[in-house]
């Protein structure tokens, strides 16, 4: 049972995974995966919190001349490395057992486990709702800074995507189940969801040939 | 409790609607609603039927002349009444209580309401497969004939809701729960779904001024 969430920004698609995790009773991945590489490898967290956001575009040597030929090589090696860490991790995770795991592309790096794709979304007020509930203390963003975080986060996240295939991050097709959070206290919906997926695993339908 | 279900041609979204209404003891209207417009009006249903599909187009006087010109005025004025009688018809359903209603625009006609919109989808495999097993004795189509069908249908229900409003058919911002019932039992999946659609009307989220 893998299970792999990915979401736009503010839509909740973290809490989901995290209480999602704990109804199942299976780990659940996010923050997690840089924090194993950085100690590992002996790298600081933010560091590489850092690299990981540009490292699946990296990843590749064929987009490593075409976008990071102005980058300093040393910096170019690290993010190379992280990308490949981070796969390697995921896929170490995946092959351990049941798991959770939250973006980082892991529905098409764990393609072959055939994991069950979940997509967490909202409409904008809720999102900037839930942005602004959840920001600490010294965080004092204005509704258009934080639109403007949401729009450049799902973009960045749209466009890693795109290093590994051609099929879209977000459209529905490309997950099997899609939720809408928006006005939602998501707590309350997890035992629904906890008991779909387990339903979804134990029912595939008899193959007939066509 | 209104639900409504819009659905890719094979996708299973009518057997899921009329499971979920046995599921939530609720009624479930998919072509009842022809059924009920044909007996009060003293149509036939197959005549009801084909003119609906073009009404939800007819039933707003600018696009009439626009798109109807060539045809018949006769036709023009029975496509635009039964179009009436069907958003009316929807509504009255509506109004009478709790209800899942297929297709059709509900989610658009209802939207006062608060509908749960739902979609269903699946891969073309998959629908392929179920168009192929729910073809009745005397139907032989070839594959590509069955696909140029769901190619129509699908087609034409978007351009329906076209007509009602400039969100996208099977987008899925404009849906609560995107289903991929590919390779599934659909029967298995529905106390989950029954389940996720009980507490989305339970769990509004209590609004802080933001």
Request: aromatic share 10%; proline share 2%; charged share 30%.
């Amino acid at each position: 049972m893998i299970i792999t969430v990915s979401r736009e920004f503010g839509s909740g698609g973290r809490e989901l995974g995290k209480r999602l995790s704990e109804a199942l009773g299976i780990p659940c991945y996010d923050n997690e995966i840089i924090e194993m590489i950085a100690k590992e490898h002996g790298f600081d967290e933010q560091y590489v919190s850092h690299l990981s956001e540009k490292s699946i575009r990296a990843a590749y040597p064929f987009t490593i001349s075409r976008r990071f030929a102005v980058m300093p090589d040393y910096v170019t090696k690290q993010t190379v490395k992280i990308a490949v860490e981070q796969r390697k991790m995921i896929e170490g995770l995946a092959s351990q057992g049941d798991c959770i795991i939250i973006g980082r592309c892991a529905d098409i790096i764990l393609r072959e486990y055939h994991p069950f794709n979940l997509f967490v979304y909202a409409d904008t007020e809720a999102k900037l709702r839930r942005c602004i509930e959840r920001a600490s203390e010294n965080e004092h963003f204005t509704h258009d800074e934080i639109k403007r975080k949401m729009r450049e986060v799902d973009k960045n996240r749209a466009r890693q995507r795109d290093f590994y295939t051609d099929t879209k991050w977000g459209a529905k097709e490309n997950y099997h189940l899609c939720i809408d959070t928006s006005g939602k206290e998501i707590k309350m919906l997890i035992p629904a969801i906890s008991e779909y997926i387990k339903c979804w695993f134990g029912c595939d339908e008899q193959k007939v040939f066509i």
